[in-house]
């Protein structure tokens, strides 16, 4: 699968800014069940239960990332993006490596704390306290959450007679109600209409104005080609390229296709 | 000299453990948190239902008209028993409040696995929340028996101060054992599995229906000992001794049960707290 890769690169940025957030060749291992290769009455065990697999999530990841950047983390299904993801934002804890942090970072997901059979107004609630807010900042807040959202007359509606969108916008309007110092963002750009896209790319650049950092991530390098400044690309759990976001996005679009193109020929000649 | 470096102290690392005192110190910060989320799974609980939030109460109402009948009625435990309504409704409540805690706080990092993978907060409000969800549903329940102790001609006395202390233990106990079983819970389905034939077993040998101290008064040895010092049966005996004259611990139940449950509420807070944080990948 690595044939074909363009030639690594990795730029160093400019090192006159402050460093927001810095990832010390990080290692995830995966410990995983299996269910294949187990038969016979001596094997009842492995049949049962299955035989331990390692995955090699990630294998030595390492940047640092300044104040005013958005970076994309780009990469096919399985370079270890996600993974990734959940350690820099303090959920998952490296197999080896560290991640150093001005603050414990804010991670927008697809899956956020929502309780779907509970009203708009009371997942705000639940989500800004969730966040650490103190009531009376929930109540000071709530009015820019349900404009950033535009859900004002669905709002006393349970969350799941939401459509997606909707649901998607109340999720980033409630996790960037207050700005972080370092946002990550997982796919969430690939849900929302125009007029809520041009929304959430103003808050995101309220984060950069805050001298914050943002971090996406997504398969999508249209979405994230206007946002971002900087692009790193990830391949089977290594940092493959890292630099200016055009560069980047140039090089894993034409090895992307060429990828699909010799796939979808794998599969014709089968 | 190389140059300084001044954005290397303002960095720390993501993974650091926190302390116990930050954890129970954060803890109580997002209390309010803890009180949201109670009130929103008792909503979201009932939703389905027509009857929404009146099933908090009437399924332990319906538990103890059960018992009544079939063990009550049927068996006969209703005989020698002073005021059998009261006592069968003590017993059934205080069970629901130490299994509801206990079930509920074991299953909290498993039920709650994503919103504990996407949001960072003190782990220690999830089973918090427990308690405070199990102390609402325990309202309205404590106001039936006070109304069916009235009706039956129970006087309003000073013993009624016990419900406080019988609340506060059964809360502790159950949700002392749930916490220390929580991440075990979370790691293997198991234990959810075996939990719930465990506790009917306990519920049984623990007089819900009956008084196991009169019923085996004459047993000794180890199996005397169980059926006295049993934490569930000196709790609800605790709690029906607030109603009934007929019904009373002794010292030694008392500091038994007291000792037990701060002992268990203690070691599974420190167990609880010792493997928060994030997870191994």
Redesign the interface.
């Known amino acids: 699968m690595t044939h074909d890769l363009p030639e690594a690169m990795i730029k160093q940025p400019e090192t006159h800014r402050?460093?927001t957030?810095?990832v010390r060749d990080i290692v995830?291992?995966?410990k995983v069940r299996t269910q294949r290769g187990a038969s016979g009455v001596a094997n009842l065990r492995a049949r049962t239960v299955g035989s331990i697999n390692e995955v090699h999530?990630l294998r030595g990841v390492s940047f640092t990332a300044y104040q005013g950047e958005s970076i994309a983390i780009v990469g096919r299904n399985g370079a270890g993006k996600s993974?990734l993801l959940?350690?820099?934002?303090?959920?998952?804890?490296?197999?080896a490596g560290?991640?150093?942090?001005?603050e414990?970072?804010t991670?927008l997901?697809v899956?956020?704390?929502l309780?779907?059979?509970?009203s708009g107004a009371?997942n705000i609630?639940?989500g800004c306290?969730?966040?650490?807010m103190?009531?009376a900042e929930v109540e000071e807040i709530r009015p820019s959450i349900i404009e950033m959202s535009g859900i004002k007359e669905f709002i006393h509606n349970?969350l799941n007679t939401y459509s997606s969108g909707m649901k998607a916008r109340l999720r980033f309007a409630i996790s960037t109600a207050r700005t972080p110092r370092l946002l990550m963002v997982d796919e969430a750009l690939s849900t929302g209409d125009e007029v809520f896209r041009g929304r959430s790319e103003e808050r995101i650049r309220s984060v950069l104005d805050g001298a914050g950092t943002v971090l996406i991530v997504s398969h999508s390098m249209v979405a994230v080609q206007d946002l971002c400044t900087r692009g790193i690309w990830l391949h089977e759990g290594r940092v493959h390229m890292d630099g200016p976001i055009m560069e980047v996005s140039e090089k894993y679009r034409s090895w992307a296709l060429a990828e699909d193109r010799r796939q979808r020929g794998l599969d014709k000649n089968q | 000299m190389t140059a300084l470096m001044p954005t290397e102290a303002a960095l720390t690392s993501v993974h650091d453990r926190t302390p116990l005192w930050r954890s129970l110190k954060d803890t109580w910060r997002y209390r309010h948190f803890a009180e949201q989320l109670a009130l929103s799974r008792i909503m979201a609980s009932r939703t389905d239902n027509k009857l929404g939030l009146l099933w908090e109460f009437l399924n332990p109402l319906m538990t103890a008209l059960v018992y009544y009948l079939a063990f009550g009625l049927v068996l006969g435990t209703r005989k020698g028993v002073e005021n059998f309504e009261v006592f069968l409704l003590c017993g059934v409540f205080t069970w629901a409040l130490m299994s509801g805690s206990l079930v509920e706080c074991s299953e909290s990092l498993a039920r709650n696995s994503r919103i504990i993978l996407t949001m960072r907060f003190p782990t220690l409000v999830l089973p918090l929340s427990v308690a405070l969800r199990q102390l609402l549903t325990w309202i309205p329940m404590m106001a039936v028996v006070i109304i069916s102790a009235l009706t039956s001609g129970e006087q309003l006395r000073v013993n009624w101060l016990v419900l406080i202390p019988a609340t506060l233990l059964s809360i502790m106990f159950g949700s002392g054992v749930g916490l220390l079983l929580a991440h075990l819970a979370a790691r293997t389905r198991d234990v959810a599995s075996f939990l719930p034939f465990t506790l009917r077993a306990w519920m049984f040998l623990s007089g819900v229906f009956y008084d196991p101290m009169v019923r085996f008064k004459h047993v000794h040895g180890p199996v005397g000992w169980f059926f006295h010092y049993n934490p569930a049966s000196v709790l609800m005996e605790m709690t029906r001794g607030a109603f009934l004259h007929t019904v009373g611990i002794t010292h030694r139940q008392w500091i038994s049960v007291i000792v037990l449950s701060v002992v268990l509420f203690v070691a599974g807070t420190l167990t609880f707290w010792s493997k928060e944080g994030p997870h191994d990948a």
């Open positions: 402050d460093a957030i810095d995830a291992t995966y999530a993974t959940r350690i820099m934002s303090g959920l998952q804890r490296p197999t560290e991640v150093l942090a001005v414990h970072p991670l997901g899956d956020a704390a309780i779907p059979q509970i009371r609630t639940l306290l969730a966040l650490g103190t009531p349970p």
